[in-house]
């Protein structure tokens, strides 16, 4: 629950300066782009004279969800970003803000869900029991001024929600999510809109996804699934935007832990998205240049060995939790 005290600090930072800069995470979700197009919304709203801009939204490259967000190919200028208030929404270290232009802040706020890391911000709430940035967001606005909630605002936080939470199905949901939820509902949050804006499918992406089955390993003896995506099957089956397709390995019997590896065309890197039923598995994408939630996280692949290392660590692990290993893997 956000506190009276961050909740009072934080108004009065949005008060005192004429400018406020909302920055978002490298490869935003729907989470980090709804809790930023909310609170810009909301903050346009209520102070129709300040500048209140998204930063780095001209980066983001054509995607299907291009038709919810309305992403502006003008990039901010540095002046309005200068001396002004940033708050960064969605990501526990400042190496993954899209933009490094947050250093031109004067002062600096944090709202984030992940396990914490380090403070580098003037004030934060960081609370890793929320399973959304946008439930946190829908939090902070419904106390300071329901009223100035808007649909809009509403449709933007709810996609967050329950795109962060899977519909409701991982288990980090909490009461209160629900709750949450409800009072966008009584705003008039049209679910239907933006359930047909996240969900609607092509063609192509069906087959992508038919594809990714195809080339996934499954060892249901371990509880394991992985699949590598090379760089070429993205443009084959002519899919836009970079996707890890990790959540098509999930729901699948026997199969406690999957995970996916991705190659990122705007960083020129190797990337890996994991998941996992029950049990921890952030420790390990964090021995492997990454991090996040227990029950999912994201890594890196710095050198092509630990392609094999991270696979035979999470096997290992696998076998210590079930207690069946039995001689080399």
Request: net charge positive; proline share 2%.
């Amino acid at each position: 629950m956000v506190s009276k005290e961050f909740l009072k600090t934080f108004i009065k930072k949005i008060k005192k300066y004429k400018n406020i800069s909302i920055f978002f995470h490298e490869l935003p979700d729907f989470d980090a782009l709804g809790s930023s197009f909310a609170l810009q919304n909301f903050l346009m709203k209520k102070y129709p004279k300040k500048a209140i801009n998204i930063v780095g939204l001209s980066l983001i490259k054509k995607q299907s969800r291009n038709s919810f967000f309305s992403l502006k190919n003008k990039e901010v200028d540095d002046n309005e970003i200068k001396n002004s208030f940033g708050i960064i929404l969605d990501t526990p270290i400042k190496e993954r803000i899209a933009t490094v232009k947050y250093q031109l802040c004067h002062e600096l706020c944090l709202i984030d869900h992940h396990p914490k890391i380090k403070t580098f911000t003037n004030i934060e709430w960081i609370d890793e029991k929320y399973p959304a940035a946008c439930q946190m967001i829908a939090e902070l606005l419904l106390k300071w001024d329901r009223k100035n909630v808007s649909i809009l605002v509403s449709n933007y936080l709810y996609a967050g929600i329950v795109t962060d939470t899977n519909r409701f199905l991982y288990p980090a949901v909490l009461p209160s999510t629900y709750q949450i939820v409800s009072e966008l509902v009584k705003i008039g949050c049209q679910r239907q809109k933006v359930h047909q804006a996240i969900y609607t499918k092509e063609v192509n992406d069906l087959l992508f996804q038919k594809y990714v089955i195809k080339k996934a390993h499954f060892n249901q003896k371990l509880g394991l699934a992985w699949v590598k995506l090379g760089k070429k099957c993205y443009h084959r089956y002519k899919i836009k935007y970079c996707n890890s397709m990790v959540n098509t390995l999930a729901n699948i019997n026997k199969i406690k832990v999957w995970l996916s590896f991705y190659y990122d065309f705007d960083a020129k890197q190797w990337k890996g998205s994991l998941r996992s039923a029950s049990l921890p598995i952030n420790h390990i994408a964090k021995k492997y240049h990454g991090g996040g939630h227990k029950l999912a996280a994201g890594f890196k692949i710095l050198k092509h060995c630990e392609f094999k290392k991270i696979l035979n660590d999470l096997k290992k692990y696998l076998c210590e939790k079930e207690n069946f290993c039995h001689g080399a893997i």
